[in-house]
Nanobody, 120 residues
Framework: VQLVESGGGLVQPGGSLNLSCAAS????????MGWYRQAPGKQRELVAT???????KYADSVKGRFTISRDNAKNTVYLQMNSLKPEDTAVYYC???????????????WGQGTQVTVSS
């Protein structure tokens, strides 16, 4: 099972970016999917998560600016980021709770990370 992210880059303050993360491999079921970020010298923090049929959750710092969505048919999660601020600069990691075909249990998987830089 792999998570592959795309969509990071350099953007000016006030701009937008859309991140995507596709899960692939021998997947039986995907539960929660979400995004975390880690800025230099800081701990990794939750940005947003989505659990099918239950809820979405956002960090207070991104509420009203970021939107998480999923395409379950494509095993893909997206993060639309609007009104970006310099403090949003970080490496963004995709996370998913996945049960592989080969297991009765689900576990956390992580993407490799994609850099988002907000700067003028």
């Amino acid at each position: 099972v792999q998570l592959v992210e795309s969509g990071g880059g350099l953007v000016q303050p006030g701009g937008s970016l859309n991140l995507s993360c596709a899960a692939s491999g021998s997947i039986y079921r995907i539960n929660a999917m979400g995004w975390y970020r880690q800025a230099p010298g800081k701990q990794r923090e939750l940005v947003a998560t989505s659990t099918p049929g239950i809820s979405t959750k956002y960090a207070d710092s991104v509420k009203g600016r970021f939107t998480i969505s999923r395409d379950n048919a494509k095993n893909t999660v997206y993060l639309q980021m609007n009104s970006l601020k310099p403090e949003d600069t970080a490496v963004y990691y995709c996370n998913a709770d996945i049960r592989p075909q080969s297991s009765y249990f689900s576990r956390d998987y992580w993407g490799q990370g994609t850099q988002v830089t907000v700067s003028s």
